[in-house]
């Protein structure tokens, strides 16, 4: 009898609590790098493509709840509960600066154009820092209806979305008036919230459902029910014909976009999955969970048989690849003109 085929990630350990929040890069000369927050209190950088482990942020005294990189990966920025965000050279991994806050920061944003950083959290105040006078006060938008879970830019930097810890919706402010322009109605509160790279759509997960809604003129497009309760939801990226879906059942779910008919079910995780993010490319998507790891599913129909595994890649581990695979990897990203990945290991001194 024919073993049963299943998808097997690539699983990157290091953090030693839940891991809360997920965020790629877009693809930079020096390929693509993947972020993570955890309640461990230490973000972690790693290359987005293989999982290896390029560093580790040191600095907060709290759980991170969210995490970034700025348009060119050379900035990260972090959101945690220890009353503060913090922006980061992502090449050295030094500590650029501390904003303080007084409450929890549970969600944080660059600008598209990577001058301004957008915080929100338990104050139920946006906050818009100027990077480029970082110690100078920040524009300040208070009148958010609940405390903040999820932010993001869209429309050119012209628009910030946020959804709330405690009521559903997802709120759309104009960055002129810092008003209220557009809610999008949901029963539940949003806990994941993504601009799709196109710009066209944003997609939303509340409750058991996920809803793709038309992020120009905020009509809702589509919505799924999902077996479960699920935290976190992402598009595909280049063709937008996929969507994935995780949460409270552990699995990682794989729909097709036009009609909501699930074409994949992974499993390996061994906690609640808090969220799901697709790389820049499209090619692989990451999910992080409850249970500290971070899992690297690759998109396309890879088959291997249920018993093989992946050993871990965290800050000590190496992925057992054939050495044809490791000369690849080293030639088109480890040595390049501009030493970035020279630079980036040194993130480990931190």
Request: proline share 5%; with cysteine; hydrophobic share 30%.
């Amino acid at each position: 009898m024919d073993k049963k085929k299943v998808a097997v990630p690539l699983v990157c350990h290091g953090h030693s609590r839940p891991v809360v929040d997920l965020f790629y890069s877009p693809i930079t000369p020096d390929g693509f790098f993947l972020i993570s927050a955890s309640k461990d209190s230490s973000p972690m950088l790693r290359n987005g493509e293989t999982g290896d482990w390029i560093g580790t942020f040191e600095g907060h005294k709290g759980a991170v709840w969210s995490c970034c990189l700025d348009t060119n990966a050379l900035r990260a920025a972090s959101g945690s509960a220890d009353f503060s965000a913090k922006l980061w050279d992502a090449l050295t991994g030094d500590e650029l600066h501390s904003f303080e806050h007084k409450h929890i920061v549970r969600a944080c944003s660059f600008s598209e154009d990577t001058h301004l950083l957008l915080t929100g959290g338990f104050e139920k105040i946006l906050r818009i820092f100027d990077l480029n006078r970082p110690d100078a006060p920040p524009r300040e938008v208070d009148n958010s209806p609940g405390s903040i879970r999820t932010v993001a830019w869209l429309h050119s930097d012209q628009t910030i979305l946020s959804s709330c810890t405690d009521i559903g919706g997802v709120r759309l402010w104009d960055i002129r008036s810092g008003k209220i322009v557009q809610t999008l109605e949901t029963k539940s509160p949003v806990t994941s919230a993504e601009v799709s790279q196109d710009g066209r759509y944003i997609t939303t997960a509340d409750g058991s459902t996920v809803k793709f809604w038309d992020a120009n003129h905020f009509g809702l497009v589509k919505c799924y029910d999902m077996p479960c309760n699920v935290e976190s939801a992402s598009l595909e990226p280049k063709f937008g014909n996929k969507f994935v879906a995780g949460g409270e059942d552990m699995w990682i779910h794989v729909y097709d976009f036009h009609t909501g008919e699930q074409i994949g079910c992974n499993k390996g995780h061994h906690g609640p999955v808090h969220c799901l993010r697709f790389s820049p490319g499209g090619e692989s998507y990451a999910s992080g969970s409850e249970d500290g790891t971070i899992r690297i599913w690759q998109l396309g129909p890879a088959n291997h048989d249920e018993n093989d595994s992946l050993p871990g890649n965290g800050p000590t581990g190496k992925v057992k690849v054939s050495a044809e695979d490791v000369a690849q990897k080293i030639e088109g990203f480890h040595i390049n003109k501009e030493g970035k990945t020279t630079e980036k290991d040194k993130a480990t001194d931190t």
